[in-house]
């Protein structure tokens, strides 16, 4: 790391201009390449969320959120709000590729005095509205945006990420009632459906299925999508945009550690911490990703 700074470590290998962070699957693979860095530097965990979120928000950066980088409390932008917290490498991760603050910071994550928390943190970081990490909450607050929204004729859109395990708290369908009730079209819920959380599959802990319907139930329009194709997913959020009368939500299924092989769909990696020879394998099979 002395010999070279953090932006030209992950950048190496694109052309002289940097890599395109316009296309979603490039920003993905940084992501990724981000997240391995910083939870290996900082010791810290959560890399098999960041990588099964990877392409929702990537998707969400580039061809969905209407942002201004360069005036991130422009009043009519888009909210998100990362309701799984513990994945807010990614977020971070994004923000910096499309030009929120330095790509260099990223290597100062979960570090004392970092403003790069653990869980993601809006505390002094452009571009995120909401503190979290104590699930179930980030669809009540998005609610709550939304309905604001309309209630003032604003244009933006309130998008929420949550994860599947996440959806055994009971506040989330109190979310999802209200949502209906006020007929919050402008709202869309994502579901990263890894199908695994914390210490075990979530069908052992507390069984969510039949999923979907209980959405339908709830009144919301459904739309199930592959959430590591980016071209599905950018169709499931220009689907969710056009419904009207009740919110949408993505159920995106994806694999939790999604691009290392020894990671992928294995529960360790949600706490478990990139170091030696494993830090290397992860970073070869990264590397031969590369977009």
Request: glycine share 10%; proline share 4%; with cysteine.
């Amino acid at each position: 790391m002395t010999a070279v700074s953090y932006t030209e470590l992950t950048h190496a290998g694109f052309s002289p201009a940097g890599p395109d962070t316009a296309d979603p699957r490039v920003l993905a693979w940084l992501i990724r390449r981000h997240g391995l860095e910083m939870t290996h530097l900082s010791r810290g965990s959560h890399i098999g969320a960041i990588f099964s979120v990877a392409e929702i928000i990537a998707v969400l950066y580039t061809k969905v959120l209407r942002i201004r980088p360069d005036d991130p409390k422009w009043p009519e932008r888009d909210r998100l709000i990362l309701s799984k917290g513990h994945a807010g490498a990614a977020v971070y991760a994004a923000l910096a590729e499309r030009g929120f603050f330095p790509v260099e910071e990223l290597k100062t994550h979960y570090a004392n005095g970092s403003r790069l928390s653990g869980h993601v943190s809006h505390k002094g970081i452009p571009g995120v509205e909401m503190s979290t990490g104590s699930l179930g909450h980030g669809l009540s607050v998005a609610v709550g945006m939304a309905l604001g929204a309309k209630r003032d004729g604003a244009a933006w859109r309130t998008y929420c990420v949550l994860g599947d395990g996440e959806c055994d708290e009971g506040s989330v369908w109190e979310a999802a009632l209200q949502a209906r009730q006020f007929g919050l079209d402008r709202l869309t819920a994502v579901v990263d459906h890894n199908r695994m959380q914390s210490l075990d599959f979530c069908e052992n802990t507390l069984a969510l299925e039949p999923f979907a319907d209980k959405w339908r139930a709830f009144g919301w329009h459904v739309i199930e999508a592959d959430g590591h194709d980016t071209d599905a997913l950018a169709a499931a959020f220009a689907e969710a945009d056009a419904v009207r009368d009740r919110p949408s939500v993505i159920i995106a299924k994806t694999v939790k550690g999604k691009g290392v092989s020894f990671m992928e769909n294995n529960i360790l990696w949600h706490y478990r911490t990139p170091q030696g020879e494993e830090y290397e394998a992860a970073l070869l099979e990264l590397e031969g990703q590369r977009p």
